[in-house]
């Protein structure tokens, strides 16, 4: 939480002066007053602004910034919000939903409600209602600080005991997200700031659990306690703790928020954001360009390219910070059962060529274990890499070790399984990886190598229209291809993705014993030595098995109205998460008060 000097009786009288003179006269780039360009407008900087402004009709020329332009730098010096910020999105899941109490959670871009923490693009867990935190020696008790004087939206304080009222109520209802906390068995209240989970195994990363596992918010006790469905039902005031509350809201179209300026962390220099519906991306691109809004995320790269140079207009790029895409395999499925079959398959998957197709100067061949380099750092197994590279000799050799024979036929190749049955692979397309075509695109490429190469018969269905189908199908079909958050491959206990347990099978259906257990270890194990070792050891394991293969990783793009904000580029990079971009950007124009 950042502090703020008390300006000085006079600077204040001038300040409210030019406070209630506002009108609407564009500037360019940079903030008024801001002269010497650091983002900051400090006491002095708009003392001499006033005083250029106060002294102009004895000067020679005009002044430099008219009444608005003085108005906009008070704000910002005063850290008081300041027009509006208009966010383009691209389906209804990102307008208003119900209070994120169940299924996803609580986002990381959420700015009405909190948990405890939330986390940035370094992968480091950032204070939200907390203001610190820490464990105990054996990782077992976490305790929480909730920052004094904090208060829910309609004024009512923020305490301990909401905490312990939303692990409850989470349990009470049977809630989903019940699941994510299954390993705390008991939330304590020490006074009205100070809050103690209790869990029944060593957990290192339990902040990060909350964060992202998904997200668990913390919500009052005093509306909640009243809602006995919350199926059916939900707090129509969408009260939280954040730094922006709700306003109002357009069915199917919009809705917006203003700053709490009773927010108990820095109160956002922005006074009004509003999420829009647009329903494709080429129309978020016309409304950036026409100024209808200010922030658009998750471009296409080539989207992003075309914006690059475009007047009043920023592109921040995300290196590695968008999607993974991978072949992954259901280890219960013929043939993707047999480990030789995948090995084959592992050295015919020409990632230079898929990242060629899909954008080279977006994505980057990945040929780890499972953990991308640019996100994981020094926890990828660098003795892992590489190895599997495409070598379709290699491939057919492995076919043949497996009991796979490659036939010629009417000049054709055509591979055969130990059965004697034509090997025949359906690969249904649609989920996470089919945004801008990029699984189509990886299947062009393993067409050309698995079916022209390897005689493998490959069938390619379309469900790119019915994601409850293609759920269905993913779970029936040997071979998919999948598109993930790079988050997914930042860390080694996201190598957790893994493990089968009692609760169910993962997601690849993969089943290794040494694997489930020393999963267990790690989410055991605190020193960051021992957690290094153990995560080599599992994705030694991984690149043995091949429940998937890697392809690439691809760079995320967000552009931004750069001659009316200040900010976006920093903060994007250093921090991520909606939270502490819409929370910090600064407006830079008098446009922005609309």
């Given amino acids: 939480m950042s502090e703020r000097r008390g300006p000085s009786a006079f600077f204040v009288c001038c300040s409210i002066l030019f406070l209630i003179l506002i009108c609407c006269m564009p500037v360019s780039a940079g903030i008024p007053c801001d002269t010497n360009g650091d983002g900051v407008v400090s006491e002095d900087e708009l003392s001499t602004g006033i005083l250029d402004y106060l002294n102009a009709p004895s000067a020679a020329g005009p002044a430099t910034l008219d009444k608005a332009d003085l108005s906009l730098a008070a704000h910002n010096t005063l850290h008081i919000p300041y027009g509006q910020l208009v966010v383009a999105v691209d389906s209804e899941n990102e307008l208003l939903p119900r209070a994120y109490i169940d299924e996803k959670g609580v986002p990381e871009d959420s700015l009405i409600y909190e948990g405890f923490v939330t986390r940035a693009r370094d992968k480091e867990d950032l204070g939200w209602l907390a203001s610190s935190w820490e464990h105990s020696a054996d990782g077992k008790t976490w305790t929480f600080h909730i920052p004094s004087g904090s208060t829910w939206q309609d004024g009512v304080p923020v305490t301990a005991n909401d905490a312990v009222f939303s692990y409850q109520y989470l349990n009470d209802k049977g809630l989903k997200n019940r699941n994510v906390l299954s390993n705390v068995t008991n939330v304590t209240a020490l006074n009205n700031t100070t809050v103690v989970y209790s869990l029944d195994i060593c957990m290192p990363q339990f902040p990060d659990l909350l964060a992202t596992g998904p997200g668990i918010a913390i919500f009052p006790e005093h509306i909640w306690s009243s809602i006995s469905n919350p199926n059916k039902e939900s707090d129509p005031d969408y009260i939280g703790?954040?730094?922006?509350?709700?306003?109002?809201?357009?069915?199917?179209?919009?809705?917006?928020?203003?700053?709490?300026?009773?927010?108990?962390?820095?109160?956002?220099?922005?006074?009004?954001?509003?999420?829009?519906?647009?329903?494709?991306?080429?129309?978020?691109?016309?409304?950036?360009?026409?100024?209808?809004?200010?922030?658009?995320?998750?471009?296409?790269?080539?989207?992003?390219?075309?914006?690059?140079?475009?007047?009043?207009?920023?592109?921040?790029?995300?290196?590695?910070?968008?999607?993974?895409?991978?072949?992954?395999?259901?280890?219960?499925?013929?043939?993707?059962?047999?480990?030789?079959?995948?090995?084959?398959?592992?050295?015919?998957?020409?990632?230079?060529?898929?990242?060629?197709?899909?954008?080279?100067?977006?994505?980057?061949?990945?040929?780890?274990?499972?953990?991308?380099?640019?996100?994981?750092?020094?926890?990828?197994?660098?003795?892992?890499?590489?190895?599997?590279?495409?070598?379709?000799?290699?491939?057919?050799?492995?076919?043949?070790?497996?009991?796979?024979?490659?036939?010629?036929?009417?000049?054709?190749?055509?591979?055969?399984?130990?059965?004697?049955?034509?090997?025949?692979?359906?690969?249904?397309?649609?989920?996470?990886?089919?945004?801008?075509?990029?699984?189509?695109?990886?299947?062009?490429?393993?067409?050309?190598?698995?079916?022209?190469?390897?005689?493998?018969?490959?069938?390619?269905?379309?469900?790119?229209?019915?994601?409850?189908?293609?759920?269905?199908?993913?779970?029936?079909?040997?071979?998919?291809?999948?598109?993930?958050?790079?988050?997914?491959?930042?860390?080694?206990?996201?190598?957790?993705?893994?493990?089968?347990?009692?609760?169910?099978?993962?997601?690849?259906?993969?089943?290794?014993?040494?694997?489930?257990?020393?999963?267990?270890?790690?989410?055991?194990?605190?020193?960051?030595?021992?957690?290094?070792?153990?995560?080599?050891?599992?994705?030694?394991?991984?690149?043995?098995?091949?429940?998937?293969?890697?392809?690439?990783?691809?760079?995320?793009?967000?552009?931004?109205?750069?001659?009316?904000?200040?900010?976006?580029?920093?903060?994007?990079?250093?921090?991520?998460?909606?939270?502490?971009?819409?929370?910090?950007?600064?407006?830079?124009?008098?446009?922005?008060?609309?």
């Avoid at 998750?298 to 390219?305: E, G, S």
């Avoid at 398959?345 to 499972?370: G, K, P, W």
């Avoid at 036939?407 to 989920?431: A, H, M, R």
């Fill in 241 to 594: 703790s954040g730094p922006f509350m709700y306003n109002s809201s357009i069915s199917g179209d919009s809705y917006k928020l203003e700053a709490y300026r009773g927010y108990h962390g820095s109160v956002p220099y922005v006074n009004t954001i509003v999420r829009k519906l647009y329903s494709s991306e080429d129309t978020r691109v016309l409304a950036l360009k026409n100024g209808d809004v200010d922030f658009v995320s998750d471009l296409a790269p080539a989207t992003a390219h075309s914006l690059q140079g475009v007047n009043g207009i920023g592109v921040t790029t995300i290196p590695a910070g968008g999607k993974s895409f991978e072949v992954a395999f259901n280890l219960d499925i013929y043939p993707a059962n047999n480990t030789l079959f995948r090995e084959a398959l592992s050295h015919a998957v020409n990632r230079d060529r898929m990242c060629q197709l899909i954008d080279r100067q977006a994505t980057e061949a990945t040929s780890t274990a499972f953990l991308i380099p640019a996100l994981a750092g020094d926890q990828v197994n660098n003795a892992t890499n590489d190895r599997y590279g495409y070598d379709l000799t290699a491939a057919k050799a492995l076919l043949a070790q497996a009991g796979f024979t490659l036939k010629t036929e009417n000049g054709k190749n055509i591979l055969y399984g130990p059965d004697s049955q034509v090997v025949t692979i359906t690969i249904p397309l649609g989920g996470k990886a089919s945004a801008n075509g990029v699984d189509e695109k990886i299947v062009q490429v393993l067409k050309e190598d698995w079916e022209t190469a390897l005689g493998i018969t490959l069938t390619v269905e379309n469900l790119k229209a019915d994601d409850d189908q293609y759920d269905k199908r993913i779970d029936g079909d040997a071979v998919r291809i999948d598109g993930m958050p790079s988050y997914f491959h930042d860390d080694i206990a996201r190598l957790n993705n893994f493990q089968s347990s009692p609760l169910g099978k993962n997601y690849y259906h993969f089943d290794n014993g040494s694997f489930n257990e020393l999963i267990d270890t790690l989410q055991n194990t605190v020193e960051e030595s021992q957690r290094k070792a153990i995560g080599d050891q599992l994705q030694e394991i991984l690149v043995e098995q091949i429940p998937c293969i890697p392809v690439c990783s691809m760079d995320a793009f967000d552009a931004y109205r750069s001659d009316r904000f200040y900010g976006f580029d920093s903060l994007i990079h250093k921090d991520g998460g909606d939270i502490n971009i819409f929370s910090h950007v600064k407006p830079a124009s008098t446009e922005v008060n609309r």
